[in-house]
């Protein structure tokens, strides 16, 4: 089973730009979509961005079209999120997570981007908007 680690969270002021990474610490990432989700203090675990593992299929929630774009490269093992025109409450734990593809978009559709679909998890890197 792969395993995940995520790096890149940190302080930023409104308006700047953060770009998480997710790498295999084991295994490969090649045949896993990935996805990133957030989590705020108290709130559910949400799907942000996910990606399938030929970076042609993707997912972004609403509320950051246009402002997150996620990316994969194979060849370093390795999937990223950047992060642009961060807003306060852009604010949570990240975390990357590893889905087997088979059937996903079978079975699951335009929710394949759910926290339940994803098997293999990173321990979260915090990041933090100040207004």
């Known amino acids: 089973q792969v395993q995940l680690v995520e790096s890149g969270g940190g302080l930023v002021q409104t308006g700047g730009s953060l770009r998480l990474s997710c790498a295999a610490s084991?295994?490969?990432?090649?045949?896993?979509?990935i996805g990133w989700f957030r989590q705020a203090p108290g709130k559910e675990r949400e799907g942000v961005s996910c990606?399938?593992?030929?970076?042609?299929?993707?997912y972004s929630a609403d509320s950051v079209k246009g402002r997150f774009t996620i990316s994969r490269d194979n060849a370093n093992n390795t999937v990223y999120l950047q992060m642009n025109s961060l807003k306060p409450e852009d604010t949570a734990v990240y975390y990357c997570?590893?889905?087997?593809?088979?059937?996903?978009?079978?079975?699951?559709?335009?929710?394949?981007?759910?926290?339940?679909?994803?098997?293999?998890w990173g321990q979260g890197t915090q990041v933090t908007v100040s207004s």
């Open positions: 084991k295994g490969t990432l090649d045949y896993y979509a």
């Open positions: 990606t399938s593992s030929s970076d042609v299929t993707k």
């Open positions: 997570a590893a889905a087997n593809e088979y059937q996903l978009w079978a079975r699951y559709g335009s929710s394949w981007c759910t926290r339940a679909n994803f098997a293999s």
